[in-house]
């Protein structure tokens, strides 16, 4: 995604990181310790501000115990060269998106506004980052873009990868915690299908629909498009209960 400048209309919560950094420069200003009345709002800012894609140069520099609040909160939205950590897509809601090539997928229409939602809310509730690699597809005999299952029909399913705050791609065996409270989630925000497992689309890719058994199959599925996932995914998916991560 592109960046935003600082501007005028940069979300602000009483104070204003345009006049703290300096509007569209990357030059910032060196913020005054003796403005401890701005503080709090400088810190909400950095947060609206990382939610709305915006991007700053850097903390400023400041004495005393104002600098362990900023770096604090400046650590959890954004990166060293100020752009921000996962910006979120759909309003805040999670960081959802698409394959870069996805365009040239066999399932390259967008999803279900609905299952969306369910991404994203789970993304929000784990931290976790999402990427769709296989969306929805023409619909049976209304088209030739398709491939499998009626599933994916008019976006109402999606094929997704997994990744951590560090970039980690992560897996379906069922003993990743992180994995089991996303199945968890998705399953709380209305999601009716999960298709996973070691065997399943290199063990890394995740089916979520929100078809379930609607059309005559069943809700959960593992290797090979049959049985079942592995133990602590299917749970997590019958009764939407996550794990504690340790």
């Known amino acids: 995604?592109?960046?935003?400048?600082i501007s005028e209309d940069t979300p602000s919560s009483g104070s204003s990181l345009g006049s703290l950094f300096g509007k569209g420069s990357d030059i910032g200003t060196f913020y005054n310790p003796?403005?401890?009345?701005?503080?709090?709002?400088?810190?909400s800012d950095i947060e609206n501000a990382a939610k709305s894609g915006v991007r700053i140069p850097g903390r400023p520099p400041?004495?005393?115990?104002?600098?362990?609040q900023w770096d604090e909160k400046f650590a959890k939205y954004y990166n060293k060269d100020g752009t921000p950590k996962?910006?979120?897509?759909?309003?805040?809601?999670?960081?959802?998106?698409?394959?870069?090539?996805?365009?040239?997928?066999?399932?390259?229409?967008?999803i279900n506004p609905k299952l969306m939602g369910i991404l994203q809310s789970a993304s929000?509730?784990?931290?976790?980052?999402?990427?769709?690699?296989?969306?929805?597809?023409?619909?049976?005999?209304?088209?030739?873009?398709?491939?499998?299952?009626?599933?994916?029909?008019?976006?109402?399913?999606?094929?997704?990868?997994?990744?951590?705050?560090?970039g980690k791609q992560l897996n379906t065996r069922g003993d990743d915690p992180r994995v089991v409270n996303f199945v968890a989630a998705c399953k709380r925000a209305g999601a009716r299908g999960l298709g996973a497992h070691p065997g399943y689309m290199g063990g890394t890719g995740l089916h979520v629909d929100i078809i379930g058994s609607s059309q005559g199959g069943g809700n959960m599925w593992g290797a090979g498009g049959t049985g079942s996932p592995p133990q602590r995914i299917a749970q997590a998916f019958a009764t939407g209960k996550g794990t504690a991560v340790i």
């Open 34 to 43: 003796g403005m401890d009345d701005k503080l709090q709002g400088i810190i």
């Open 1 to 5: 995604m592109r960046f935003k400048e």
């Open 62 to 68: 400041m004495a005393g115990p104002p600098q362990s």
């Open 124 to 166: 929000a509730a784990t931290g976790l980052r999402v990427v769709i690699f296989s969306g929805g597809q023409d619909p049976k005999g209304r088209g030739s873009r398709r491939t499998g299952s009626t599933r994916h029909d008019n976006g109402n399913a999606a094929d997704v990868y997994l990744y951590d705050k560090e």
């Open 86 to 110: 996962a910006p979120a897509t759909g309003g805040g809601k999670g960081n959802v998106s698409y394959v870069s090539n996805f365009k040239n997928r066999t399932r390259n229409k967008a």
